[in-house]
């Protein structure tokens, strides 16, 4: 009796463990669904450029120097937000389950990287999206006259991503 039971309990371990392994990463053929850079690209413009390191979505931008010289450290801090805090980033977020999570990184206009911001595809909830995109449209409208706009969105993107800021801390 004790064998009989050790064998059937092998025998669903084994077939959890194969239904596992086949239901994970992809599609039938085993790859990964992923979006195309070059679409992500063209939606955020032509300072922009979109690449895939394995399942996860960079978003490289470069920042305005006017708004480095006017904004300050507030403005390069923020820069990464803008990016991740879209409409189009939930939207790739929700349709391509495979993608692990997107890094946004912003530099200046030699090159140099100013700040990046991971977002994990499970990070935020569909009120903390709400939220989000409600903080960086408020940012990206007013955020010149009211600053305090800006810093709210740093600091929420500081709640719920991994950061790092190279220059103007």
Request: charged share 30%.
């Amino acid at each position: 009796m004790d064998r009989l039971f050790a064998a059937r309990q092998a025998s669903l371990l084994l077939a959890f463990v194969l239904a596992a392994a086949t239901s994970c990463g992809g599609n039938e053929t085993g790859e990964w669904q992923l979006p195309d850079p070059q679409t992500v690209t063209e939606w955020f413009g032509e300072d922009t450029e979109a690449s895939l390191d394995g399942n996860v979505l960079e978003i490289r931008g470069e920042m305005d120097p006017d708004h480095i010289r006017r904004g300050g450290t507030l403005w390069i801090r923020s820069g990464p937000y803008f990016y991740l805090f879209n409409v189009h980033v939930e939207q790739l977020l929700r349709d391509y389950p495979d993608l692990a999570a997107i890094r946004a990184r912003t530099f200046d206009a030699r090159g140099n990287e100013l700040a990046r911001a991971l977002l994990h595809r499970s990070e935020l909830s569909e009120i903390r999206w709400n939220e989000a995109l409600a903080r960086a449209s408020l940012a990206q409208a007013e955020g010149t006259e009211n600053p305090r706009l800006v810093e709210r969105l740093v600091q929420f993107g500081e709640d719920h991503t991994e950061f790092d800021y190279r220059r103007g801390e």
